[in-house]
């Protein structure tokens, strides 16, 4: 949702911002509909398998998890509303801005559903790995 209000702010007011039609941060370009389509039905079987996790013992139980997963559901969910809303994915932040050497050729701009994304399978993948240890050391 504050990914969208950004991207609202950034086009009504008519700052820069790149129109990205590729996939996996501009890498893949001209992304076919029926890769949409298997990303919404592999996001919906994420969600519902995540609906009650703890109860399955899917995943730990835990804030760092629980923070992962919302963070990654709704940056992808951000990402994918501007996808089919208006074919391409709304980017308005820069590296060079943060970073002035930043090379060129290297993907360049991003938007905040990006971080959420990346942020998020950094804490699930943490999560899911701590658990793995703690299942090694009850063996």
């Given amino acids: 949702m504050l990914d969208q209000v950004f991207k609202y702010f950034v086009i009504s007011h008519n700052f820069f911002y790149y129109k990205n039609s590729g996939f996996l941060f501009g890498l893949i370009n001209d992304v076919p509909i029926f890769l ?17 996790p703890w109860r399955s013992g899917l995943y730990p139980a835990n804030t760092r998890n629980d923070a992962g997963w919302i963070l990654l559901l709704s940056g992808a969910v951000s990402n994918l509303v501007d996808r089919f809303s208006r074919g391409y994915v709304v980017d308005y932040l820069d590296w060079k801005m943060f970073l002035p050497f930043w090379p060129e050729g290297f993907v360049r701009y991003f938007n905040l559903a990006d971080v959420f994304v990346v942020i998020g399978l950094i804490a699930v993948g943490k999560s899911l790995s701590d658990a793995r240890h703690l299942e090694v050391r009850r063996s």
């Fill in 36 to 52: 949409l389509a298997a990303i919404l039905i592999v996001l919906y079987i994420v969600i519902a398998r995540c609906h009650d």
